[in-house]
T-cell receptor, first 108, second 114 residues
């Protein structure tokens, strides 16, 4: 099994700007998931992208997957202060492992 | 629906004490997981249960035991707590094991071992 690694570790932007976070992994995958964690809370599932998909949208979220580079990116458009959270990717295995996350701060 | 419920929310132990963290889900999920989260380390898997009656070790199982009591409940036990086990513990569940399934998380237990 393997885990994704997110980068950057921390990102600070102004409200209204776009935020991009990246996830890299080491071996082939079937699926990749992104989660959000608000301070003091459990993780919440955002989106799942399959290995045969290149891009997926959900509201202001856009996820891309490049299996040749073994990487994924999460784009949040028109960010809001409420998007302030940590974001994690998780790659597939029976035991679901997570990276250390990207801490996003959106300043009002 | 309550989703995934963890108890207690906070706990302080002395070194050497034992305790059990409780987790229950009401979504009829087959798979359940225990993670710990330390600053800068992300989430690390302690144990998981792919289905009722089975448990498997994750990345950091040492010092812990688990019991899948029934389909709803998955408990984590610290037999002799150590300061290195100070962490935030999360329970999660999914309909099935595997990458097609999203995880649902509890709100966490903040444990301090003095």
């Amino acid at each position: 099994s393997q885990q994704g690694e997110e980068d950057p570790q921390a990102l600070s932007i102004q409200e209204g700007e776009n935020a991009t976070m990246n996830c890299s992994y080491k071996t082939s995958i079937n699926n990749l998931q992104w989660y959000r964690q608000n301070s003091g809370r459990g993780l919440v599932h955002l989106i799942l992208i399959r290995s045969n998909e290149r891009e997926k949208h959900s509201g202001r979220l856009r996820v891309t997957l490049d299996t040749s580079k073994k990487s994924s990116s999460l784009l949040i458009t028109a960010s809001r202060a409420a998007d302030t959270a940590s974001y994690f990717c998780a790659t597939d295995s029976d035991d679901m492992r997570f990276g250390a996350g990207t801490r996003l701060t959106v300043k009002p | 629906n309550a989703g995934v419920t963890q108890t207690p929310k906070f706990q302080v132990l002395k070194t050497g004490q034992s305790m059990t963290l409780q987790c229950a889900q009401d979504m009829n999920h087959n798979s359940m997981y225990w993670y710990r989260q330390d600053p800068g380390m992300g989430l690390r898997l302690i144990y998981y249960s792919a289905s009722e009656g089975t448990t498997d070790k994750g990345e950091v199982p040492n010092g812990y035991n688990v019991s899948r009591l029934n389909k709803r409940e998955f408990s984590l036990r610290l037999e002799s707590a150590a300061p290195s086990q100070t962490s935030v513990y999360f329970c999660a569940s999914s309909a099935l094991a595997g990458s097609n399934e999203k995880l649902f998380f509890g709100s966490g237990t903040q444990l301090s071992v003095l």
